[in-house]
Every structure is written in C-alpha cells, then in structure tokens.
C-alpha cells in the first residue's frame, strides 16, 4: 500500500495560491480555493487503496497567528468519511524538496512504508484512478512520475530515496527523472494532467471541469463546484482562450 503525503500549506489568506490571487481572484477567494482543492486531494486519497498522510508545515514558516496544524486538520477532518484513518505531521525541512526529501526518506528508511508519493492541493484533478495506477506502477518501477504542463508534476511516488537536494528544480520531471537515474532506478509516467497553481492554467483546468461535469464524469466537487460559484469561465477572445469572471449569471 503507498503512502500518500499531502503537503499542504494553511488555507490563509494572502498565503496560498498567490501566482492566481491579485486577478481573477482576490486573496481571500483563492485561499478559499486551495482548501476546497486540499479537501478534494484528500478525498480522492481516502477513497483509494493509499493511506493518506497530511503534511503541514512548521509554524515558523507560515503567517504570524496562524496554527498550520488546526488550520489544515480541522478541514480535512471534516471532509473525509473516516478521519481516523488520516495521520497529520508536520514537515521539516527549509525547502519543498527538502520537505518531499525528508518525509519520503523517514517513511521508506523510518517506517518500513514501502512507496510513497508526495503531492499537493494545487493537483486539483488527481483522482483514485491516478492514484490506484501509480501504486500498480511503483511495484516494478523506482519512480513514477505525474507529469504536468511547464515540466511540473502532480504526483510523484517513490520506491527508494533519491538525492532530494534542488530536486523540485524547473523542470521538476526531467530533474526527478535525472535523480532517479543517478539512482539506478527505472522511472514510469502516469497520463499528464493539470495542476491549478496560476491564471494560465485556468484556461486548461475550467474548461475541462465543465466538460467532465457536463458528461457524467469524476470531478473534484469542491473545487468545480466554487469555480463555477466564482463565474469563472474561459472564452474564446478572437481566436484566443481567455480566463473571465461572469458577474451577472442569471
């Protein structure tokens, strides 16, 4: 059974999501946003065959007057069906990669866990399938890797440690891969899917919500659902896809 971990940051305003805020959304807004993605991200977790870890991270790093552990725990435990079944720890490290480094290496050196995955909120379209098919694929490969637009991943799993140092580095697909390879370890892909991190991938995600909404198909209700209850949409402007806020949607 994999592991999978959550890093997540608390759902504050002016905190998260802030290549997206100061646009389309507010500060506030893409706070709210992020926690229904983090609840959606859980979720999807909870209903797979992984057992989910929630990453918080250390006071120190977030906001003065704000408790990451309540602000992230209170939420997700509310979310799940059985939030017993959820461990909450909180991350350390000065970076992300050295964050992902340190809770993948305790789980799999630490804890006899035998995979492990880390992810964020922000993969707002990771589902059980995804996550079902990479804890198959992690049985005969070292890694797997969810690639996502701009070299980014949305999931990456592990088997063994690889040298986390700057491993998040842009291109953060080809940078794991290269770690893994230095590792001697096989590394295998999940299908590419978005990430919700800036207005540019508004213009992929939203368009796709509403398609897979409109045909029946898993979406991540939290998040489509205040989306849709923003009024984003995404227009065709002259030949172009453009991200707009409809205020009047009667």
């Known amino acids: 059974m994999t592991t999978v971990t959550v890093l997540a940051d608390p759902p504050v305003e002016g905190f998260v999501l802030q290549d997206l ?12 946003l992020y926690e229904a993605m983090l609840l959606d991200v859980c979720r999807a977790v909870e209903i797979s065959g992984a057992e989910l870890l929630v990453n918080y991270r250390p006071s120190e790093q977030v906001p003065d007057g704000v408790d990451p552990e309540t602000a992230v725990r209170e939420p997700v435990t509310e ?15 000065s ?18 866990v035998a995979t492990v995955a880390a992810v964020e909120p922000t993969a707002a379209l ?9 804890a198959m694929k992690l049985r005969s490969s070292g890694v797997v890797l969810g690639p996502a637009a701009g070299g980014r991943v949305y999931y990456a799993g592990f088997g063994e440690p690889i040298d986390f140092e700057d491993s998040y580095a842009t291109p953060t697909v080809k940078t794991i891969g290269e770690r893994a390879g230095d590792a001697g370890l096989d590394v295998d892909f999940l299908p590419p899917s978005a990430v919700l991190e800036t207005r540019a991938d508004l213009e992929t995600i939203v368009p796709l919500l509403r398609a897979r909404n409109r045909a029946g198909r898993v979406v991540p209700v939290r998040t489509t659902a205040f989306l849709d209850d923003l009024g984003i949409r995404v227009i065709d402007d002259e030949g172009s896809a453009t991200v707009v806020r409809e205020t009047d949607r009667s």
């Open 126 to 134: 990771l589902n059980r399938q995804l996550i079902d098919s990479a």
């Open 21 to 32: 805020a100061g646009g389309i959304v507010d500060d506030a807004e893409a706070a709210e």
């Open 95 to 112: 970076t992300f990669a050295g964050r992902v480094g340190n809770t993948v290496t305790h789980l799999l050196d630490r804890e006899d």
């Open 79 to 93: 979310a799940l069906e059985s939030p017993g079944n959820a461990r909450f720890e909180v991350q350390v490290g």
